[in-house]
């Protein structure tokens, strides 16, 4: 799959000579690029509108990059970063994939594994925002439910019927049904197993999770 035409890649903490490099060879294939030499000046220069990357430089000074990975979580910016590190910064790279960095790439880099890793990453970001957006427009239609109708909503993807439901409820199980087809009409949800998965991905219905 190919990245969205939309997309940025920022180039972070780079210094002249390796964001030269990269920026030339990133734009080599159509892909845009902002080189920024610190952290201010992405967060200054951020588009969270467009699906993007981070390139940064693990030997940036002054810098710590598992603390601007947290100050990125700070802001809410969900953005794939890739380190670029050294050879003395393998395991400091390491230490930043399992605090959420998607990729590191060791230097010198092959030009074909940065492009490719950096493809991989953008098209994460477009998967993501798709997924959010999903996420946002389901809560919008449960938000449109009333609380009557959120409760039948809830004890629907629990798997009771409509006679345990206004058994649970002390409703009539007419007055359940009429909730139910609001339920499904509001959700937009054509079947009971689409309901499910709208809740799942909103957080009312977690999925099962088997005891260690």
Request: proline share 5%; glycine share 4%; aromatic share 4%.
């Amino acid at each position: 799959m190919n990245p969205p035409h939309t997309s940025m890649v920022y180039l972070v903490g780079a210094d002249p000579a390796l964001g030269e490099a990269l920026q030339a060879l990133l734009q080599s294939v159509g892909l845009p690029t902002l080189t920024c030499p610190d952290v201010e000046a992405f967060l200054a220069v951020y588009q969270p509108d467009a699906p993007a990357c981070l390139l940064l430089n693990a030997e940036m000074p002054g810098y710590n990059t598992l603390d601007i990975q947290q100050r990125l979580r700070e802001q809410d910016i969900t953005t794939p970063v890739i380190i670029v590190a050294g050879r003395a910064d393998v395991a400091m790279a390491v230490t930043a994939l399992r605090q959420g960095a998607l990729d590191f790439i060791e230097k010198p880099f092959n030009e074909q594994l940065l492009l490719d890793g950096v493809h991989h990453a953008l098209v994460v970001d477009a998967a993501r925002r798709r997924q959010r957006a999903q996420r946002e427009n389901l809560r919008r239609r449960f938000n449109t439910l009333t609380a009557r109708e959120q409760d039948v909503l809830h004890w629907l993807v629990q798997g009771l019927s409509n006679r345990e439901i206004a058994e649970t409820l002390n409703l009539s199980r007419k007055t359940v049904e009429v909730h139910r087809a609001k339920v499904m009409r509001k959700m937009e949800a054509n079947t009971l197993s689409q309901l499910v998965r709208m809740a799942v991905a909103i957080g009312i219905l977690k999925l099962y999770e088997a005891e260690a």
